[in-house]
């Protein structure tokens, strides 16, 4: 478990990364998509976020602007700052500098993001050319290393390959070992593992976990699903219609989850320890209009605890009687009587299928 | 290989239907005769008919068109390409071929580079600045040059930097040094290359556009590429396979275009030289120049095959 | 400038009509393409009421002791000035639309309806028959069609007939390979099956259901099929093989070509290519909108 490069961040321990009140919005012909309205958070150095939501929720949207790679059409709000850096306003040319070095990102779907035309060496060797300035023949060595560290079999075969030539798995640790290449103190993982086989997402979140701990790397997990946030990260945020409606330390939001979406989220992901033939819970309705977004609580019209108060009025972002650092908005969460109440209708009348847990 | 060999097959089949259908034409609607001898066509005295049947033997024109046809395709194939009619002591026609195909050649060679030179350059920039004003104006551009007919730009061109501002020759001139014939051809390559360049541009215009939407261009920003290695090193490749394709098509329609340019600029190649054989019935030249244009098109799209297994290394056999 | 990368499939996430290429999308003609109409329809109506237009006659010398020595330049009283024998190009230039718009329309008409009928023929029997028939549009289309031209007006005489018939035989291929491809990826649909199982006999298939939808595409491509006509008869008439009677654009833009009239008097030859260029410009876009109208895909012709 090599660590061949590791950047001397001008933050080794400590906030890494502070967001406040973030916006994006883009103009277009409906009118401005509010595709993230006012999100909150900050990471430290070595810890990882796991960002959760439906497509449409703003999760990737968060991630791309936190890195700095939207269309000029957005317009953006609120701060962000990297390392101490504020890096909101920046000029794609600035940018420049941190991606790839500082920050970097995996994508989602390997065979699209991989150049189909280009061998992998030579895409993992670009970025030490561009900023470690390699020779080739370090930039090779190194890239020898990085694909050793992300545990591809043969891996000096695998630098005169093109991507097709891998497997799906093999594709995806290229891609890592792609983003870690100059060491960055921040790594975006969106939707890592979607577009794999079931028993190599495991093995995917896994490496990045590795990395994470070895490189004393910040990571921001980026995912629909409940289940891959589950084992591997430190915080879960949870986003709706372009909000955060819940956050909070892994074990806490799982063992309390007080925003009745996130319960609906768990509920959806089917579990081994479930009967057969369990019925899933889907949620229904439709992600709310990101342009005229209603006025009270985003989730209400398919919430099936809400009440006249959640469609008029926005919930805040409020802390847990337990905890400071689990926050959530909701005016009638899980574990409140008006939420008991309801609950004990909606049993009633569906029965015991797919209410698990 | 099965593939290849299959190409070949077809390749030799529309050769044959080609060269039939031309000898076919020439013999049924002229008349090889006329050409041969000329008025003395008509001459009924002793001495003009027995011209005649000596020409008749000679040029096998007795014999039934099958037969003629084999014959002509028998010395063909083995390089014998018969004489040329109209010539004054009937001199070989290869001999002309081989003097005019080079010409004709350098031409196309470099009508190809020109339009391959000006249109990758300008579809890189277009594409960086897809849909504002300036590329507006240039994909408008490209329509107004693909519309204007050949000979009518080659007039155009030949009045504005020939004659107007003096920059070209007027004429080609087949004793000058090698240098400066090639300066001579410049004005004509442009003429063919204009257009085959408008033509790729948009092609790699729309091309560059789509190829900038996938996601391993993003990718490649997020490594920290600067925008103008995205475009070169990663945007440009895998938007050459419908470039490649129509450039290798265009070679083709290039060849077609070329005799017109030929002509007006007087430049003497395969191009002139046909059309002039067509006016005066040289059957063998006809012939002759028929089957190597067609055979070159084919071979070009061969090639072409070859390129897109060179580009794409997922078509790699 | 813009946006490299996925960026922009997040857009599309959220709006649709944020497209690359939204210019070409759009589903209306716009004023342009009314714009390149008119014109069309002014020059027809030029060249078939050209005899009874006030216009000086195209083949008479006309001298003007006012201007001095012909060949005059555009002026007033020659709007496309005068050629080498002091005729008024303008008149030249418009009777010569005759020629040229009749061949231009009659050889695209002759290929869509013989290359039309051979290309639904191939396509909706496929069998044998496309066999042979995509063979010898294979053979047409190797033929660099210029040089094919050249050998059959050299050897008939050459009049409005035999011109527009070459043309029209030279259109056939490309135009039938269309016809068969649409005809085929139309032959699959459902549409076509139901009514062979209600059985309708091929003939009325063919008419009722395939050519309707067949004549669209086709019908498109029309307008830039008789721009490439009307540009090849040009070709043709520059190596003065195309009609030997009338004048053709093509005809006129040859006779001002040489060295010398370009230099003395280059608008004997700019007045002709102007207006063919314009025709064959608003034949070019009208027909490119109309074929994004109706999505036709690009299969070159």
Request: glycine letters at 8%; proline letters at 6%.
């Amino acid at each position: 478990m090599n660590v061949p490069i590791q950047t001397e961040g001008r933050v080794s321990d400590g906030t890494l990364l502070e967001v406040t009140d973030l916006k994006t919005h883009f103009r277009t012909e409906r009118g401005l998509v509010r595709a993230v309205d006012g999100v909150t958070f900050s990471l430290e150095r070595g810890k990882s976020l796991g960002v959760v939501g439906e497509s449409g929720s703003g999760k990737t949207v968060l991630s791309r602007t936190i890195m700095g790679l939207l269309p000029s059409t957005a317009v953006l709000d609120g701060s962000v700052k990297f390392a101490g850096q504020e890096t909101l306003g920046m000029s794609p040319k600035q940018m420049r500098h941190l991606w790839g070095r500082e920050m970097s990102m995996v994508f989602q779907n390997p065979m699209v993001s991989l150049n189909p035309l280009m061998k992998v060496g030579k895409q993992i060797m670009e970025p030490l050319d561009i900023h470690l300035g390699m020779d080739k023949r370090n930039a090779r060595e190194t890239a020898l290393t990085l694909l050793r560290d992300v545990r591809i079999p043969e891996p000096e075969k695998r630098l005169d390959q093109f991507p097709h030539e891998l497997s799906g798995g093999m594709r995806q640790r290229v891609m890592i070992a792609i983003a870690l290449a100059c060491g960055p103190t921040l790594l975006f993982a969106d939707e890592p593992t979607t577009a794999l086989d079931v028993t190599v997402q495991a093995q995917i979140l896994e490496l990045i976990g590795e990395q994470r701990r070895d490189r004393n790397m910040s990571v921001i997990l980026v995912t629909h699903d409940l289940g891959v946030v589950a084992g591997h990260t430190d915080e879960i945020a949870v986003m709706y219609g372009g909000r955060l409606v819940e956050k909070a330390p892994t074990k806490q939001l799982f063992a309390n989850m007080k925003m009745p979406y996130t319960m609906s989220l768990m509920r959806s992901i089917p579990k081994i320890e479930d009967p057969s033939h369990t019925r899933l819970l889907t949620i229904p309705g439709r992600p709310p209009d990101l342009v005229n977004p209603p006025k009270g609580c985003g989730f209400a019209p398919r919430c099936a605890y809400a009440r006249t108060k959640c469609l008029e009025e926005r919930p805040p972002l409020v802390p847990t009687v337990e905890s400071d650092d689990h926050v959530y908005a909701c005016w009638y969460p899980v574990g409140s009587p008006e939420f008991e109440e309801r609950d004990v209708e909606i049993l009633s009348r569906v029965g015991v299928a797919g209410a698990a847990s | 290989m099965n593939y290849w060999l299959q190409r070949l097959v077809i390749a030799v089949l529309l050769l044959l239907a080609v060269s039939m259908v031309t000898f076919g034409a020439m013999n049924v609607l002229g008349d090889p005769l006329f050409n041969i001898l000329g008025p003395r066509v008509g001459d009924t005295s002793p001495e003009g008919l027995e011209l005649i049947d000596d020409a008749k033997a000679e040029y096998n024109l007795d014999k039934p068109l099958p037969v003629r046809y084999a014959l002509w395709a028998g010395d063909f194939v083995r390089g014998d390409f018969g004489v040329q009619f109209s010539n004054d002591g009937q001199p070989p026609v290869s001999n002309l071929i081989k003097e005019r195909l080079p010409r004709s050649a350098v031409l196309l060679v470099m009508a190809q580079l020109f339009a391959t030179a000006i249109a990758i350059p300008w579809s890189l920039w277009s594409a960086s600045k897809a849909n504002s004003g300036v590329d507006k104006v240039s994909t408008f551009s490209t329509f107004l040059i693909i519309a204007l007919p050949n000979f009518a730009l080659a007039v155009v061109l030949k009045y504005l930097f020939a004659i107007k501002f003096g920059i070209f020759p007027l004429t080609y001139t087949a004793d000058d040094p090698a240098l400066s014939r090639l300066f001579q051809l410049v004005l004509p390559a442009l003429t063919i290359a204009l257009p085959a360049a408008a033509v790729y541009q948009r092609l790699l215009r729309t091309d560059l556009i789509t190829t900038l939407q996938e996601d391993f261009i993003l990718m490649a920003r997020s490594k920290g590429v600067s925008r103008r290695n995205v475009l070169f090193k990663h945007a440009l490749r895998p938007s050459l396979f419908s470039f490649v394709t129509v450039f290798g098509i265009n070679t083709g329609a290039l060849i077609g275009g070329a005799l017109i340019v030929e002509t007006i600029f007087r430049v003497p190649g395969l191009g002139s030289t046909i059309v002039e054989a067509v006016l005066r019935e040289d059957f063998p030249v006809v012939l002759a120049i028929v089957m190597i244009i067609t055979a070159a098109f084919v071979a070009v799209n061969i090639v072409v095959d070859i390129l897109y297994s060179l580009i794409d290394p997922r078509v790699r056999r | 400038m813009t946006d490299f990368g996925g960026a922009a499939a997040e857009l599309h996430e959220f709006d649709e009509d944020a497209s690359p290429d939204a210019e070409v999308l759009t589903k209306s003609l716009g004023w342009t393409f009314w714009i390149c109409i008119g014109w069309l329809i002014v020059i027809v109506l030029a060249a078939i009421l050209a005899p009874w237009l006030p216009l000086k006659d195209p083949g008479k010398t006309q001298i003007n002791p006012d201007l001095g020595a012909p060949p005059y330049s555009p002026s007033g009283s020659f709007w496309f000035g005068t050629d080498q024998n002091s005729r008024d190009v303008f008149s030249r230039t418009i009777f010569g639309a005759r020629v040229s718009l009749v061949v231009g329309f009659v050889a695209i008409a002759s290929g869509m309806l013989i290359g039309g009928s051979l290309g639904m023929i191939a396509g909706y029997f496929r069998g044998k028959a496309d066999k042979v028939i995509s063979f010898v549009f294979v053979v047409l289309l190797s033929f660099p069609s210029l040089v094919l031209a050249i050998l059959i007006t050299s050897l008939l005489n050459r009049n409005l007939t035999t011109v527009a018939g070459i043309l029209g035989f030279l259109a056939i291929a490309p135009i039938g390979r269309l016809a068969r491809a649409t005809t085929i990826q139309f032959a699959e649909r459902e549409f076509v099956l139901a009514a062979r199982t209600l059985g309708a006999k091929h003939p009325r298939i063919i008419i009722r259901e395939l050519l309707p939808n067949v004549i669209i595409p086709m019908g498109a491509l029309a307008l830039l099929g008789m721009a490439i006509a009307i540009v090849a008869e040009g070709g043709l008439a520059f190596l003065s093989l195309s009609v030997e009677k009338e004048e053709t654009w093509g005809k006129l833009i040859q006779l001002g070509s040489g060295t010398r009239d370009l230099q003395k008097a280059p608008w004997i030859s700019m007045g002709p290519i102007l207006v063919l260029f314009m025709t064959v410009l608003a034949l070019n876009y009208a027909g490119d909108k109309l074929r994004a109208y109706f999505d036709v895909r690009e299969i070159s012709l």
